[in-house]
């Protein structure tokens, strides 16, 4: 389809106005926290919450390197437990910002501070939590590989302390906390055998390990909680990984991987622009022929969360990478930047081609509380579902969509790598002999 | 057979040359001197080395060639102060390069060259500009765009008779205008290409500020930049290919 009727095409994002209405609506929020407040109540004898369940983990930053570690249970919604794990079927079912942040309410984390390699005395010698599987730390950790909810009880110090913590550019929202004291397994959880085999493994590099369970079939989301719970990698450097630098991780690795699959693929045939709209971000992901090359650019709207202030300028931010990747650590966009590649080289590796890509992300205020990536990595691989629109060059493309985007082609331009110019190759301008 | 004494800083200068691109590369031991010629692998960058044996103290050698691990081969050169000499002599039977510094022997192991990266044709480019100007210029250019933006622009005003940088950051901008008085030379003709400054970083950390540079430019196409080193006796040319505005 040629790029200006595809533009046409493209439906007015409908969940917009559904948006604007639970955003002036936010008071549902205190609904759900009191609603928790009930079924905690119910859940709780004595300070021990018994018959919970719990599907997955949060690992702290706070205080590194002795950091908060929790796990999170859906108190009074244990059947469910399995709809309360961030992953791309949020995306699938059409969540919207509101269902995120019920989710995260809903979820109590019961946490406790432990050090990231020595958590038991009887590690100290080798700093290490690969043997750690007794106590609060063990517990959390057969939570974080096992491949459903686990069923479990946890004594807690305090009542929790409700409130929701607004999620970051990175990590999903949190909801209630409490204090933990200890916690027990009522049943022996199931862990999937590759799992099993990079757990045993002891002299497996943690990169090696994520790659072979993303190419098991495990999803990133599965990948980032064992890597979380230090439990893959050279056991002398197993150690307990925060959340939000996990996702980044794991994303960056698997990306790589994706990246070297595609090396020396050939590039694709024509110029495609793909959109797609979540949540108040809308995407538009132009690729071109030619050898590895992407950017991400993100626009922020005056008013949505990250610049706040209506009566501001577009918040423009980018990072890009060249055919062999970054030597540096993405300054701007951040996790943005790493969940978007992984997408798009997915998309490639599937077709089996390479491309140069730019992927332009407009929040608008719609956008009023963030959710954490998976929000970029779920809209940048669906929006391969479907058809593109196709243009003559990259630069015609980019023209014609900077006419839907808050700023006008010459300011891209100026902070847009791709769009300021490709990177040719030297044996484009050699001379058949 | 290769057996070669040579100054530390040449050495030295004629390795950084070539590892600003690549990690591992081909070195030809002629019998009038070494030639290295590697490309990227993106293909976009590309040097063309050669050190004439005069540039060495002494010089024996019959048409061999040795693949290196350059980073390797640069800390050993490193081990040596800049006047001292450092030794070289290829074992032919156990392919491994021996190093003498002042007493310190080090043999390093070679490379099988079908292994490395087959070696780029030169592309023959008509490039109609020629501008040559000091390395400190090309230096100062550089880094001032390199404060303000990821690419920057080389090009040559044909009518009013200038070279001209300019790179255009999100918010700042360089303009820098060198006339005929300021440069050593300028061959008029109609130039205007965007490179990436990743690659011109490191290229220009190779050129020898009081060195004389020639930077060939045409119209969205690869610059070629020449300059001598270790006294007119080391030659290096690099291309690299510019960013594309037009498609």
Not at chain 2, 174 to 183: A, K, S
């Amino acid at each position: 389809m040629r790029l200006d009727d595809y533009i046409e095409d493209l439906e007015p994002d409908e969940e917009a106005k559904r948006r604007r209405l639970a955003k002036e609506k936010s008071y549902a929020i205190t609904d759900h926290l009191e609603e928790f407040e009930q079924r905690f109540d119910d859940a709780l004898s004595g300070d021990t919450l018994v018959g919970s369940t719990s599907p997955s983990i949060f690992v702290g930053r706070s205080n590194y390197p002795d950091i908060p570690i929790g796990l999170l249970s859906p108190v009074g919604d244990e059947d469910a437990a399995d709809e309360y794990v961030t992953d791309g079927a949020w995306y699938q079912q059409g969540y919207g910002i509101d269902d995120v942040l019920q989710r995260r309410t809903g979820l109590l984390n019961s946490s406790k501070r432990a050090n990231v390699d020595s958590p038991s005395i009887a590690s100290r010698l080798t700093p290490s939590v690969h043997d750690t599987w007794d106590g609060f730390v063990g517990v959390q950790r057969e939570v974080a590989i096992a491949d459903r909810p686990v069923d479990l009880e946890i004594g807690l110090d305090d009542t929790p302390d409700l409130g929701l913590d607004a999620g970051t550019d990175v990590a999903t929202p949190r909801g209630p906390r409490a204090n933990a004291r200890n916690a027990e397994l009522r049943e022996n959880p199931s862990v999937p055998k590759p799992v099993k085999k990079t757990l045993e493994d002891d002299d497996w590099q943690a990169q090696g390990a994520m790659t072979y369970l993303y190419r098991r079939g495990f999803d990133v989301y599965d990948i980032n909680s064992i890597l979380s719970a230090g439990a893959l990698g050279e056991t002398d450097q197993r150690r307990l990984v925060p959340t939000r630098w996990s996702i980044t991780a794991v994303d960056d690795t698997v990306g790589q991987f994706l990246r070297g699959r595609i090396r020396n693929e050939r590039g694709i045939d024509e110029v495609q622009v793909w959109a797609n709209e979540y949540m108040g971000n809308r995407y538009w992901i132009v690729l071109a022929p030619g050898s590895w090359e992407f950017e991400l650019v993100e626009m922020k709207a005056p008013g949505s969360i990250w610049n706040p202030n209506p009566e501001d300028d577009i918040w423009l931010q980018s990072a890009s990478e060249g055919y062999e990747g970054r030597s540096s650590y993405v300054e701007e966009t951040a996790g943005a930047y790493y969940a978007a590649r992984l997408a798009v080289l997915e998309h490639l590796e599937s077709i089996g081609r390479q491309a140069k890509c730019l992927v332009l992300r407009e929040v608008s205020d719609d956008y009023w509380a963030p959710v954490g990536v998976w929000q970029v990595r779920e809209s940048v691989r669906n929006a391969f579902d479907g058809e593109y629109g196709e243009a003559e060059t990259f630069h015609d493309a980019v023209s014609q969509v900077a006419t839907q985007l808050p700023v006008g082609y010459q300011r891209l331009q100026r902070k847009s790598e791709l769009a300021a110019g490709l990177q040719s190759s030297l044996d484009a301008f050699s001379q058949p002999p | 057979m290769f057996k070669a004494i040579v100054s530390a800083e040449t050495l030295t200068s004629a390795l950084d040359s070539v590892s600003v691109l690549v990690d591992e590369c081909k070195i030809h031991l002629e019998e009038d001197g070494l030639e290295i010629r590697a490309v990227d692998p993106a293909n976009v960058g590309m040097v063309d080395l050669s050190l004439d044996a005069a540039a060495f103290e002494s010089y024996e050698a019959d048409g061999g060639l040795i693949g290196v691990d350059l980073s390797r081969l640069e800390d050993i050169a490193g081990m040596a102060d800049s006047g001292q000499l450092i030794q070289l002599e290829l074992d032919e039977e156990t392919r491994k390069l021996h190093i003498q510094i002042d007493g310190l022997e080090y043999t390093l192991a070679l490379i099988d060259p079908d292994s490395i990266r087959q070696e780029p044709d030169i592309p023959d480019l008509d490039l109609p500009a020629e501008v040559v100007l000091e390395g400190s210029d090309v230096n100062r250019s550089v880094t001032a765009a390199d404060m303000v933006s990821d690419h920057i622009a080389l090009g040559v005003d044909d009518a009013a008779e200038y070279f001209y940088v300019d790179a255009e950051g999100d918010t700042d901008d360089v303009h820098l205008e060198l006339t005929q008085e300021d440069l050593i030379d300028l061959q008029v003709g109609p130039a205007h290409s965007l490179f990436s400054l990743d690659y011109l970083k490191d290229m220009n950390k190779a050129i020898p500020a009081d060195a004389e540079v020639t930077l060939a430019l045409g119209e969205e196409f690869p610059v070629k930049i020449y300059f001598g080193f270790a006294e007119g006796q080391g030659q290096v040319t690099y291309m690299l290919a510019p960013r594309i505005q037009s498609d």
